[in-house]
């Protein structure tokens, strides 16, 4: 897999996933579909209110490296059915996720979000692993291209991830991002620290 670790606010994210609409991409739910068909997003301004509506789970799909639909498992959750999109199997597609910062006992977070694809998938028809393709590389790179230069840089002992102006300015009042990115367990002085200034 290929991914980027980000941390953004929910206007932001929103405006990301617009940039994309413009931008050609079929943009479908990822998570909690309430029938055994892809629900995707239409018109533009309908991102907005799906977000609000606590959906932050997408699939940006597109002509030029999107060969095969991607199938759907079912899972019963207390008597209710919902599916889910199995992305290695069929696609390929980029897949795009927001999580929303939250408070924990007496601290603030925003946790980690991501945007990833599957560099081999399964061809629905024959059941066999393929290279997802050197076109979904090149689009994933050019998506992820805004991403990293204008957001700021921080590290981990292992991982790399960019914070969002807005993300940065949480972080100011006093937010902090969600380990392993917490600098020393949680300090917001540490975490301000840690997000470079220009």
Request: hydrophobic residues 40%; aromatic residues 12%; contains cysteine.
């Amino acid at each position: 897999m290929a991914d980027l670790d980000y941390f953004i606010t929910r206007d932001e994210f929103a405006t990301l996933l617009e940039a994309s609409f413009d931008n050609g991409f079929r943009l479908c739910i990822n998570k909690n579909v309430p029938w055994p068909k892809h629900e995707c997003i239409e018109m533009k301004e309908s991102i907005r209110p799906v977000l609000e509506s606590k959906q932050h789970a997408f699939m940006l799909e597109r002509a030029d490296f999107s060969r095969y639909p991607v199938r759907l498992r079912s899972i019963e959750r207390e008597g209710v059915t919902l599916w889910y999109p199995r992305t290695k199997e069929g696609g390929p597609v980029i897949e795009i996720y927001f999580f929303a910062p939250f408070a924990k006992d007496d601290a603030r977070f925003i946790p980690c979000s991501l945007i990833t694809y599957h560099t081999t998938i399964v061809n629905p028809v024959t059941g066999l692993e393929e290279p997802a393709g050197e076109t979904i590389k090149r689009v994933y790179d050019e998506l992820v291209l805004p991403i990293r230069e204008r957001f700021k840089c921080v590290r981990s002992a292992k991982r790399t991830a960019y914070v969002s102006p807005g993300a940065q300015a949480m972080v100011e009042a006093g937010w902090q991002l969600a380990p392993p990115f917490d600098a020393k367990k949680g300090s917001a002085s540490a975490v301000k620290r840690a997000i470079p200034h220009s």
